[in-house]
């Protein structure tokens, strides 16, 4: 083992062998457990394969670890609440990130530059009154 991952071996340990984050991304929030292991993804009790079938999206949670170098060497155990398949995937990778960056500080810049790092402030606009949608109006008649 290298000395930085020995030196990331002891911080866990320190830190009770468990590392704790937060993901957000529309209404999903994922709360992410990070483990030293063998990179194995568990989401709600199930395997990140069986959890979310379409490759784009497993494709999309492991990033971070594809940035950081990081791919096998810790175990991440998920849970996930509220929203859809697709932002519960990108509130997954935003705590992944987060926890990853809570191990190791200097990987904030790589993470950072991806855009792991930042919230994705975008939600879904709410109806207003007297309209149709959130931005549709009912149709104008002039006669």
Not at 19 to 37: D, E, M, N, Y
Not at 55 to 78: C, H, N, W
Not at 79 to 98: F, Y
């Amino acid at each position: 083992m290298s000395n930085s991952l020995q030196s990331l071996g002891g911080s866990l340990q320190a830190a009770g062998g468990t590392i704790q984050a937060t993901g957000k991304r529309k209404s999903a929030i994922a709360r992410v457990r990070l483990t030293l292991g063998s990179g194995q993804i568990t989401v709600n009790g199930r395997s990140m394969d069986e959890y979310f079938p379409r490759t784009a999206l497993q494709i999309m949670v492991r990033t971070p670890f594809d940035k950081t170098e990081s791919l096998g060497r810790y175990d991440i155990d998920a849970t996930l609440s509220g929203g859809g398949v697709a932002g519960q995937a990108g509130a997954l990778r935003h705590g992944i990130a987060r926890a990853i960056e809570k191990l190791d500080g200097t990987q904030r810049a790589v993470l950072k530059r991806a855009g792991y790092l930042t919230r994705d402030p975008r939600k879904k606009e709410r109806k207003k009154y007297g309209q149709k949608g959130a931005r549709a109006r009912f149709q104008f008649s002039k006669r």
